[in-house]
């Protein structure tokens, strides 16, 4: 369940009244890892207080509908109004133990598949779970899944794995099925916004 607090700071950034239709959202490549927005502070090996917060987008993205998903999510989190966050984005299979730990908030994205969440996803996990495990307790988070039909147990799976990880939901998991509808965009792009929105002072 998302934190009461989270609304309240995506909401104070103007975000609630972007005016900006879903189609005119810049393109992102599933495989595209640069960050989203130059970073003007110092190096990821750098003190977490002289550089700019880190939201870090794991995605595994094998389709069309995917795709426009995470276009959403990422210029949600990349509005004007939240400049002073950085923006990352790594697919799940080549995102790192150190692209997790230099980041102070996540979103994660997979298709459900026969069920469960991507293999993809699930390796994610698999390489940073333990590394990750004692530093990134209590750390902010949102996922959202897509699927033909029915996503609760990749849902489910997905939460298992973060609540082992101590990481800490700051709104309900967006569920998609079929074709994303332009409501669908944009309950995308109010998550990428909302998780963005925690790590602004």
Request: aromatic residues 4%.
């Amino acid at each position: 369940m998302a934190d009461a607090g989270v609304a309240a700071a995506a909401g104070a950034t103007g975000l609630g009244d972007r005016g900006r239709e879903p189609d005119e959202r810049p393109a992102v490549g599933p495989g595209d890892e640069p960050a989203r927005r130059s970073r003007s502070g110092p190096d990821p090996g750098s003190v977490a207080d002289e550089r700019p917060p880190r939201l870090l987008v794991v995605h595994h993205t094998p389709s069309p509908a995917l795709d426009a998903v995470l276009r959403s999510v990422v210029d949600g989190a990349s509005a004007p109004e939240l400049a002073a966050v950085e923006v990352v984005v790594r697919p799940a299979l080549s995102a790192s133990v150190s692209d997790v730990l230099a980041a102070d908030a996540y979103v994660l994205g997979t298709p459900a598949n026969l069920g469960y969440l991507s293999g993809a996803l699930k390796h994610f996990f698999d390489t940073i779970y333990y590394p990750c495990l004692q530093a990134t307790q209590r750390r902010p988070y949102a996922l959202y899944v897509h699927g033909n039909d029915d996503v609760e147990g990749a849902v489910r799976g997905t939460e298992r794995i973060v609540t082992g990880l101590g990481w800490r939901a700051v709104r309900d998991p967006l569920r998609l099925t079929g074709a994303p509808s332009p409501a669908d965009l944009e309950s995308a792009w109010d998550l990428g916004a909302t998780v963005a929105a925690t790590l602004l002072p």
